[in-house]
């Protein structure tokens, strides 16, 4: 069996006195995206921040790609963190730079390629997340919140990382904005034979983007599966999750617009 | 362990913040070490013009401003300018999630973020303060020679006997050493604010306050440790 490219394992987290995980264990294999979900306050974002290394758990692993994220010298640490991109849910910009230099900044820190090389990527990653090269010289303010969603995605691909973390891509996106980011993750995903994580509130960005679906609830993953085997699963938050999903559906067929939530 | 090559030298940074803070400062420098030269100079004057002492006023004025004067001024000013600018700055880029973005690239943010600030004020400030004390110096010059009727050429000429050479290596150290604290002070309270603007703004003001704080500490060690160095005995 292949090593999965995110290994957790018996992951616990405390702040103060609250344990938010307890024995999470979870482990992705290379190609899936999977959705992480679970209610406010369950500790997503602390668990994508872990697997990321902003955080250290209190207690557990976490291996990316078969390796710890921490340990063996800067150099190391560096290359395996090459092989992910994250998405952070404001995009993160660095708002000194330009579009283009932002694009650029992870090319320049490898010290590999001359600036018409680097050019030449940046304005091939714009157009893989179809913006135009004379967005390349806008500033990160300058930019709607689409854009910088786009151009934070250009730049976690920069180096064509074999991972991708995505947290609430689309939280903040009206819902045609927020189509066609899904679709684009998609399609680059498949593209390019990304493994996903997200962390998603989105019913549609879920439904849209999941090969599987991990449910944070009760201090751990309590189901790990496809969107079919999760939506059977009789539990108070995912029938309260997957209800809302189905009354959403109803109200798009009926033709009514459908009622964010 | 971590090996760093001159190449990984962050230059564009640290010239940016050579700019920013040293070359950008000028003007303000200038204008207060003027007007400092030139009242330090005139409450002298009005003294020394009771006792007769009046050529005493190139002692008071030299070894004042190049010894004392200039570089606590600087610091000061340099601490509520640039330090303040460096915490506001990292603590955006915590708010903003920069320094984690830099964080998951692997991107070392003491040589990237702190490094470069810490050199540029260890390089600028004891230019400043050349620049400085020049410009108080004329401006006492001036003073004492409306109010004295002191020559510029005998200023000139006396400067160098009465205040020797070792004070002004002793300002331009004080130079550096404050730049380094101040550039440390800030950056170590811009990498500690919390994502929210009331962590920002305290954040900033503490770095300030503790810079100064820290500038007039390090002086009174500075004045105890060259107590015996450049002083007419
Ligand atoms: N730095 C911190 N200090 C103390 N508590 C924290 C900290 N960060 C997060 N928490 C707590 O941990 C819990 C999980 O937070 P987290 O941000 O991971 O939730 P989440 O699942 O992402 O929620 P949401 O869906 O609302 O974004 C929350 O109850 C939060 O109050
Ligand atoms: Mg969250």
């Given amino acids: ?261 | 362990m971590s090996r760093v090559s001159p190449a990984d030298l962050p230059r564009r940074e640290i010239s940016a913040n050579l700019y920013k803070s040293g070359v950008r400062a000028m003007p303000v420098t200038a204008l207060v070490g003027f007007l400092i030269g030139v009242v330090l100079s005139y409450l002298s004057a009005l003294q020394l013009k009771q006792f007769g002492a009046d050529i005493f006023i190139v002692n008071i004025i030299g070894l004042g401003i190049v010894r004392e004067l200039g570089p606590v001024l600087v610091a000061i000013l340099v601490a509520g300018r640039s330090g303040s600018a460096m915490t506001a700055q990292l603590g955006v880029m915590r708010v903003t999630e920069e320094i984690d973005a830099l964080a998951t690239m692997g991107v070392q943010r003491g040589l990237r973020l702190v490094f470069p600030k810490v050199v540029a004020l260890i390089v600028a400030l004891p230019l400043l303060v050349l620049w400085s004390t020049a410009i108080a110096l004329i401006g006492g010059m001036v003073s004492a020679q409306v109010q004295l009727d002191i020559s510029y050429g005998f200023f000139f000429q006396t400067l160098p006997r009465v205040v020797p050479a070792a004070n002004l290596w002793i300002g331009l150290a004080k130079g550096a050493v404050f730049g380094m604290f101040i550039a440390l002070v800030a950056c170590h309270f811009g990498l500690r604010v919390r994502p929210n603007t009331e962590s920002l703004s305290s954040n900033t003001t503490a770095s300030v306050v503790s810079a100064i704080t820290v500038v007039i500490i390090l002086d009174a060690f500075f004045a105890i440790a060259t107590r015996s160095i450049g002083l007419p005995s």
């Fill in chain 1, 1 to 261: 069996m292949n090593t999965p490219v995110i290994r957790i394992r018996d992951l616990s987290t405390r702040f103060g006195e609250v344990w938010i995980h307890k024995g999470l264990d979870l482990a992705i294999e290379r190609g899936e995206m999977v959705s992480l979900v679970g209610g406010s306050g369950s500790g997503k974002t602390t668990l994508l921040r872990m697997v990321v290394g902003l955080l250290l758990p209190d207690q557990g692993d976490i291996e990316i790609f078969g390796e710890p994220l921490f340990g063996g010298g800067i150099a190391r640490e560096r290359e395996l963190r090459q092989r992910f991109g994250v998405l952070f849910q404001h995009g993160a910009l660095f708002s000194a730079f330009s579009v283009f230099d932002n694009i650029a900044f992870p090319l320049r820190e490898l010290k590999r390629y001359d600036e018409d090389a680097i050019h030449d990527l940046v304005m091939l990653k714009l157009s893989m997340v179809e913006l135009l090269p004379r967005h390349g010289r806008l500033m990160p303010a300058e930019l709607s919140g689409g854009m910088v969603k786009r151009v934070a995605l250009a730049r976690a691909l920069a180096l064509e990382p074999e991972l991708l973390l995505l947290d609430e891509p689309t939280a903040g996106l009206d819902p045609d904005r927020s189509d066609s980011f899904v679709r684009l993750i998609r399609m680059l995903g498949e593209e390019l034979g990304l493994t996903v994580m997200l962390v998603t509130h989105d019913l549609d960005t879920l439904a849209a983007l999941s090969t599987k679906v991990a449910v944070l609830a009760e201090q751990r993953i309590l189901a790990y599966g496809s969107i079919d085997e999760i939506m059977h699963i009789d539990h108070p938050f995912i029938r309260n999750f997957f209800l809302s999903e189905r009354s959403v559906r109803a109200l798009q067929n009926s033709g009514l617009p459908a009622v964010p939530n």
